[in-house]
């Protein structure tokens, strides 16, 4: 059974930075797009970053260019997000998504098949 789990999540000053981990299990997710997602309360998911299959480079929404960066341990089938200068804009439940095939679009939602069940980012002004 494939399981993506986040953690790292928590509450944080405008400014500040935090650092999340998605731990993958069940299959190997090396080589293949992985991403992360965002919901705000009465919003829809947003797109926030991705990786793209090895060698591919990464892609980010506007709003997070600069000040986020995502990166992955193969090694340990891990996904990270490192979030700095973050602004109360950025406060959301913040997923872990993964898929095994290259092809399609990097930011929708729909694209992905395995998602992890969420951790809560909390940024203060």
């Known amino acids: 059974q494939v399981q993506l789990v986040e953690s790292g999540g928590g509450v944080v000053q405008a400014g500040g930075s935090l650092r999340l981990s998605c731990a993958a299990s069940?299959?190997?997710?090396?080589?293949?797009?992985m991403a992360w997602f965002r919901q705000a309360p009465g919003k829809e998911r947003e797109f926030v970053a991705a990786?793209?299959?090895?060698?591919?480079?990464?892609a980010y929404a506007d709003s997070v260019k600069g000040r986020f960066t995502i990166s992955r341990d193969n090694a340990k089938n891990a996904l990270y997000l490192q979030m700095n200068s973050l602004k109360p804009e950025d406060t959301a439940v913040y997923y872990c998504?993964?898929?095994?095939?290259?092809?399609?679009?990097?930011?929708?939602?729909?694209?992905?098949?395995?998602w992890g069940q969420g951790t809560q980012v909390t940024v203060s002004s």
């Open positions: 998504a993964a898929r095994t095939y290259y092809s399609g679009s990097y930011s929708e939602p729909n694209e992905y098949t395995y």
């Open positions: 069940g299959r190997t997710f090396s080589g293949f797009p």
């Open positions: 990786l793209r299959w090895n060698g591919g480079g990464t």
